[in-house]
Antibody, heavy 115, light 107 residues
Framework: EVQLVESGGGLVQPGRSLKLSCAAS????????MAWVRQAPKKGLEWVAT????????YYPDSVKGRFTISRDNAKSSLYLQMNSLKSEDTATYYC????????WGQGVMVTVSS | DVQMTQSPSYLAASPGESVSISCKAS??????LAWYQEKPGKTNKLLIY???TLQSGTPSRFSGSGSGTDFTLTIRSLEPEDFAVYYC?????????FGSGTKLEIK
């Protein structure tokens, strides 16, 4: 059974950093592109980042480019999202998702950016 | 960026009825359109991709159609478990973009 479990969320002050993790199981992690998608409170879904199977290629929307970095460790079947220079508008539930279109999703982890 | 306009934002229907949700792209995305279902306490579910291809496990009462800029999700003979929020997403190009969602409620 495919499982994606996010961790690392919490309350952080504006301008600070936070790193999210996603532990994957139930499939050969190294064979799949992986992604992060977020959902602000009471809002819709927003794609945040995608990474290729080897990690050599990454993709971001302008809203996070230069501040967020997606990475992976295939040996550990783990996906990461390093978030720097956080803003209040980054407050959201962050989901780890497999490939594109996103055929499996995690339950999500909440990130609150507030002073 | 490709803007995805989804309508209606809210839809009320009764079990057994059929409903349709529209998704319009600001430019052609060929057939690269996915539909997702969001329900409280459950992980998001991919229903349809590439416009009309049912993801494994999606009931046949769900169907997707369209190409270019206009797409439709149709649910025939609604079941109680279908009342949820639905999102469209274009997977033709980066940045990947979603519609704003349609909340389907029981009438």
């Amino acid at each position: 059974e495919v499982q994606l479990v996010e961790s690392g969320g919490g309350l952080v002050q504006p301008g600070r950093s936070l790193k999210l993790s996603c532990a994957a199981s139930g499939f050969t992690f190294s064979n799949y592109y992986m992604a992060w998608v977020r959902q602000a409170p009471k809002k819709g879904l927003e794609w945040v980042a995608t990474i290729s199977t080897s990690g050599s290629r990454t993709y971001y929307p302008d809203s996070v480019k230069g501040r967020f970095t997606i990475s992976r460790d295939n040996a550990k079947s783990s996906l990461y999202l390093q978030m720097n220079s956080l803003k209040s508008e980054d407050t959201a539930t962050y989901y780890c998702a497999r490939r594109d279109p996103f055929d499996y999703w995690g339950q999500g982890v909440m990130v609150t950016v507030s002073s | 960026d490709v803007q995805m306009t989804q309508s209606p934002s809210y839809l009320a229907a009764s079990p057994g009825e059929s409903v349709s949700i529209s998704c319009k792209a600001s430019k052609s995305i060929n057939t690269y359109l996915a539909w997702y279902q969001e329900k409280p306490g459950k992980t998001n579910k991919l229903l349809i991709y590439s416009g009309s291809t049912l993801q494994s496990g999606t009931p046949s009462r769900f169907s997707g159609s369209g190409s270019g800029t206009d797409f439709t999700l149709t649910i025939r003979s609604l079941e109680p478990e279908d009342f949820a929020v639905y999102y469209c997403q274009q997977h033709n190009e980066y940045p990947l973009t979603f519609g704003s969602g349609t909340k389907l409620e029981i009438k």
